[in-house]
């Protein structure tokens, strides 16, 4: 039997992970499948909230088994910023005209605040909420690291050429998209994820 959920995003790239994930026994919704196309509201203060927020907003309206994400960056020695504002750390997507400059401005931001601060570790982390109806969980993933000064690589996006995760010389940037795969935040918390909606088929 095949069960559908509905994945609030309309990441194609990030769809096509999870469903690879999940097998055969899960069709995943996106939300242009189910003719949803708004914003959904994401002005909690946590990743966690967020996430929560995303699942409630999408279940209330469909009433159907949903799950969504939420990832940040957060740097030890700002306190953990700019976590859950890491995708608009430096200002708004129509500020900068396309997601790849918005990066590099956030990148810049980043590397100034950091300036002259000798700790610099950092952790992404990602929040995946579920709800159902019934049951409603979150699963984490994170991936621990440290930010260098000058940024390295091309592959990835966001914050990946000055991300250098612990036990590596590379950055993501740096990384095949398999490599980086096997040991980031999102997969770790998509794993967790992945063994709950999977434990009883
Ligand atoms: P989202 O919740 O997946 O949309 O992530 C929010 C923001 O965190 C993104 O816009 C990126 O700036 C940053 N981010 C999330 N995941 C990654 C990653 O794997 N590498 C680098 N930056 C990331």
């Not at 069960?3 to 055969?24: D, W």
């Not at 002005?43 to 409630?56: D, M, P, R, S, Y």
């Not at 991300?163 to 935040?185: Q, R, W």
Request: hydrophobic share 35%.
């Amino acid at each position: 039997m095949q069960h559908k959920i509905i994945f609030a995003t309309n990441n194609p790239h990030k769809l096509k992970e999870i469903q690879s994930l999940l097998g055969n026994h899960f069709v995943l919704l996106s939300l242009s499948d189910i003719g949803f196309m708004g914003d959904i509201p994401e002005n909690e203060a946590t990743l966690e909230g967020n996430a929560i927020q995303k699942v409630h907003y999408i279940f209330d309206k469909f009433h159907f088994p949903c799950f969504a994400d939420d990832t940040g960056l957060e740097v030890e020695s700002l306190n953990g910023q700019p976590g859950v504002f890491s995708a608009r750390y430096a200002g708004q997507l129509h500020d900068y005209g396309s997601e790849e400059n918005r990066s590099a401005a956030n990148i810049n931001k980043l590397l100034a605040n950091l300036m002259g601060k000798a700790n610099r570790h950092a952790r992404f982390r990602t929040v995946i909420a579920y709800l159902d109806g019934k049951n409603e969980f979150t699963f984490e993933g994170i991936v621990n690291g440290s930010i260098i000064d000058v940024k390295r690589g091309n592959e990835g996006f966001g914050y990946d050429p000055i991300f250098v995760p612990d036990g590596y010389n590379c950055t993501f940037a740096e990384m095949p998209l398999v490599e980086k795969n096997k040991i980031s935040h999102r997969a770790r918390a998509f794993s967790g994820f992945v063994k709950y909606m999977t434990k009883e088929e």
